[in-house]
């Protein structure tokens, strides 16, 4: 029944959407106005001591967020990798909060975890997996997704690495992979001299050739090989690595295919695009990430693999302070890294069910074409292509440009790496500057 308990939590939630509505409608400029010690002197009143009233609460904390934060949700914003949100994924993510499942546990939560089941599918699907079969789960986003994959792979091709048998192991990625890799390698107690990054040709991707003498290489010298990973849309460049023949070789050789696709391997879902991601579907565990180009809110990430088994001697564990276990639906704990787990399976559904497979694919197809616009703007501007991508990326540089370099690239090399990511995007691509 209706009561005063209820009514403030609704006129709290009627408060924080209308802060959402109105920063979204009123934000003046992408980047924060306000200096750290500036945010910090803010903050200096809250000694909380004394409570303080939410009326009073919301307003200040959507104030300091518009004063210190990059505002992703502007229409100028061109990174695609940080999102704007459909509004009914936030809607989504708030009943999250208010409901509170806690998922680790199916016994707990049938009602959130057939959602999350439901959605995987559909990915699963789309990669050439066999729901209910193959692993799926979501993730707090790529890194977590990545750090299971390497996992899954060290337990199925590394012998007595359960065991701490670590030594001589060697993970193979693009010298454009993610970075996660090299925290990767330490956390799984590998050391960073197991991450081996493979040399790329002249379109970034990874070159298969210089994987083969890698590979013969280290096994020459008594390493171990276990690991391969090919990316579906580098970070840096946008570039999707040769993964029929990465594929073909991992076969050949006994080596776990893991394919790192966390933001370029969203374009799945069309179908003018899915052909760039041949190779995917023979891929050991993938990695996908829905806060990214399906434009949900933080974090969603997804992971699949082909090989239950290796996911549940990974992260499989008897806990006998949790409730008796259930043969029509597994424990997320025991197959997954998290214990504690968060509803993000519902701003995934929510974005499918909302706007539908042909929705997505064409707010993805619609992002591609901004991004030939903005690419055809910077060149009559002076501007040059460093790299082609089939995605939605535009890599540019220009005499004068000031931006932070990797060690050992040239100053001829320094790029900004732009993406379309949202319908306002246009306008945003119509007046096209240089930061």
């Given amino acids: 029944m209706a009561g005063p308990v209820s009514d403030f939590h609704a006129s709290l939630l009627h408060l924080a959407a209308g802060l959402i509505e109105q920063h979204r409608a009123t934000a003046p400029n992408v980047l924060p106005r306000a200096s750290v010690a500036e945010l910090e002197a803010r903050l200096t009143p809250f000694d909380f001591a004394e409570p303080t009233q939410a009326e009073e609460l919301l307003p200040w904390i959507a104030e300091h967020l518009q004063l210190g934060n990059v505002h992703t949700t502007h229409p100028r914003y061109f990174g695609l990798f940080n999102p704007s949100t459909h509004p009914i994924t936030v809607a989504a993510d708030a009943m999250v909060a208010g409901f509170n499942p806690q998922l680790a546990a199916a016994s707990h939560a049938f009602g959130a975890l057939t959602i999350e089941r439901h959605t995987l599918a559909v990915f699963q699907r789309l990669l050439g997996h066999t729901p209910g079969a193959d692993v799926a789960n979501f993730t707090s986003g790529g890194a977590e997704a990545n750090h299971s994959g390497v996992l899954a792979a060290a337990i199925s091709r590394l012998q007595g690495f359960a065991d701490g048998e670590t030594q001589g192991a060697r993970c193979y990625v693009s010298e454009h992979a993610h970075d996660s890799f090299a925290k990767i390698v330490k956390f799984c107690g590998l050391g960073r001299e197991a991450l081996v990054r493979v040399p790329t ?235």
Wanted: charged content about 25%; aromatic content about 8%.
């Fill in 201 to 435: 040709d002249s379109d970034r991707r990874m070159d298969v050739e210089a994987l083969r003498n890698a590979v013969d290489h280290d096994r020459a010298r008594g390493l171990r090989p276990f690991i391969v990973v090919g990316t579906a849309g580098t970070t840096a460049f946008g570039a999707i690595d040769p993964l029929p023949d990465l594929a073909s070789f991992c076969a050949a050789e006994d080596l776990w295919f893991h394919v790192d696709a966390a933001w370029g391997g969203a374009g799945i879902v069309s179908p003018r695009l899915e052909p760039l991601f041949e190779g995917i579907e023979r891929a050991d565990s993938v990695t996908l990430d829905a806060h990214k180009w399906l434009s949900v809110p933080m974090g969603a990430g997804m992971f699949f693999c082909r090989h239950a088994e290796a996911c549940q001697e990974a992260f499989g564990v008897d806990a006998v302070y949790m409730p008796p276990r259930r043969a029509e639906m597994p424990d997320p704990y025991t197959s997954t890294m998290q214990w504690s787990r968060r509803f993000i399976g519902l701003k995934v559904f929510s974005a499918l069910a909302n706007l539908g497979l042909r929705g997505l694919a064409e707010h993805i197809e619609r992002q591609c074409a901004l991004a030939d616009r903005l690419e055809h703007l910077a060149l009559e501007r002076g501007y040059r292509v460093e790299a082609h991508s089939p995605l939605a990326l535009v890599v540019l540089t220009k005499p004068g440009l000031a931006f932070r370099t990797k060690p050992g690239w040239s100053a001829s090399t320094r790029t900004t790496t732009l993406g379309c990511r949202s319908s306002r995007s246009e306008e945003g691509a119509r007046g096209f500057e240089p930061a």
